[in-house]
């Protein structure tokens, strides 16, 4: 299984899965605070 985002440039494999959907729900909570704060 040949996958490699473009994200996970330098991490393979679960890691690189769990990092890629850390950094996701780190933006999600950031766009969620900036609509509550009314930006």
């Known amino acids: 299984m040949p996958r490699s985002p ?5 991490y393979t ?3 690189a ?4 959907a850390g950094n ?3 933006a999600d909570i950031q ?4 609509r509550l704060k009314g930006i």
């Open 31 to 34: 766009l969620a605070a900036e």
């Open 24 to 26: 996701t729900r780190i």
């Open 6 to 10: 473009p994200a996970s440039c330098c």
């Open 13 to 15: 494999g679960t890691l």
């Open 17 to 20: 899965i769990e990092r890629e």
